[in-house]
């Protein structure tokens, strides 16, 4: 069974302090795997998708890479408005179209 | 940025009602998802459409759940008889194709609440 794990469960950071996020994964084969962030009462919003450990990516201040067991979400000099949750998904080669999804990492960055 | 519509944001029932949450997916997007999410877990899948058939559905989706493709436009998630432990918020989803290429996009949501 494909599981994705992200860690923390919560971030608090001041604004300009540089910090990433975790997420482990386990599947029997990667697709892809997805960086999504989530506003209170909001749908998922996609951020990334990597394919091939060695990978990055890169949008203003979040840089996701990946290896072949875990991805990272890295945020530089972050603003209150980066605030959300980021939530981390797989998708598994012979798993259909279907996500996976962590239980994600509540990143709050206070002035 | 064109964007996935669902309706209600918010629906209340009572517990053995029937439910249709709807969505409006964006116009030249052929995958359809629901997803749902129950308060302070993950995002789960649910079902995924694809040429007005399902072509992967999870173990949630058992047979008091249905999804159709009524017209050009809309997609619809019906519970028919809803238990307590369907609260929770659900999420439609649409992508162009059905490669990994493709980004998903999710709507807004419609949190269902079972009394």
């Known amino acids: 069974e494909d599981q994705v794990t992200q860690s923390p469960e919560a971030l608090r950071l001041q604004e300009g302090e540089s910090s990433s996020l975790n997420c482990s994964y386990t599947?029997?084969?990667?697709?892809?795997l997805f960086w999504y962030r989530q506003d209170p009462g909001k749908g998922p919003e996609f951020l990334f998708t990597?394919?091939?450990a060695g990978e990055e990516k890169e949008k203003e201040r979040l840089k996701a890479t990946l290896t072949k067991k875990e991805s990272f979400l890295h945020i530089t000099a972050p603003k209150p408005e980066d605030s959300a949750t980021y939530l981390c998904?797989?998708?598994?080669?012979?798993?259909?179209?279907?996500?996976?999804f962590g239980t994600g990492t509540q990143l709050k960055v206070e002035l | 940025e064109p964007e996935v519509t669902q309706t209600p944001s918010h629906q209340v029932t009572q517990m053995g009602q029937e439910v249709i949450l709807r969505c409006v997916p964006i116009?030249?997007?052929?995958?359809f998802y629901w997803y749902r999410q129950i308060l302070g877990q993950k995002v789960e899948f649910l079902v995924s459409?694809?040429?007005?058939?399902?072509?992967?559905k999870s173990e949630i989706f058992d047979d008091q759940f249905s999804v159709e493709r009524p017209d050009g436009s809309n997609f619809t998630l019906k519970i028919r008889s809803t238990k307590l432990e369907d609260s929770a918020m659900y999420f439609c989803?649409?992508?162009?194709?059905?490669?990994?290429?493709?980004?998903?996009?999710f709507g807004s949501g419609t949190q269902l609440s079972v009394l």
């Open positions: 116009s030249n997007h052929l995958y």
């Open positions: 599947v029997s084969g990667l697709r892809g």
């Open positions: 459409f694809y040429n007005n058939e399902i072509s992967e």
């Open positions: 998904a797989v998708q598994a080669t012979g798993g259909g179209n279907k996500l996976t």
């Open positions: 990597l394919y091939s």
């Open positions: 989803a649409s992508r162009i194709t059905g490669s990994r290429r493709e980004k998903l996009f």
